[in-house]
């Protein structure tokens, strides 16, 4: 009797720890993250880079249209985090002024990125939570 129930059982447990390692991935939603990037951008960005994304130039850069801030995804996100410091050329004007960085979650900064990169005429693909966690500290 032992032999039989292994024999209908083990299978049935075998295909439940096959099926419970297949785990779904959701498809990231650059609409939703876009939205609440407006957020964080209104909370932590908009003081130095205004609501329109453009700045006060002398002192902090544009971000509409601003080909520094798209050529470099990852120099991007460790801005966020850590904050600039040095000259930067952005839409041929050159700015010293540092920036901070924001202790912000993965999500967030990715959300802020997105926005970012995607108003104001901006047209950047998307930055995943991924992405931020693995252009921390490197």
Known sequence: MK???WIFIA???AG???LSSFHVRQ???LKASIDRGKDVYTAF???CHMETGAGIE???PPLAGADYLMADKKRSIQQVLYGATGEMKVIGKTYNTPMNGFDLTDEQVSDVL???RNSWKNKGASITPADVKAARNK
Do not use: E, T
């Open 27 to 29: 498809k990231f939603d």
């Open 114 to 116: 997105n926005y970012i």
């Open 45 to 47: 960005c908009l003081s």
């Open 11 to 13: 299978p049935a447990i």
């Open 58 to 60: 002398g002192v902090y």
């Open 3 to 5: 032999y039989r129930f």
């Open 16 to 18: 439940l720890i096959l």
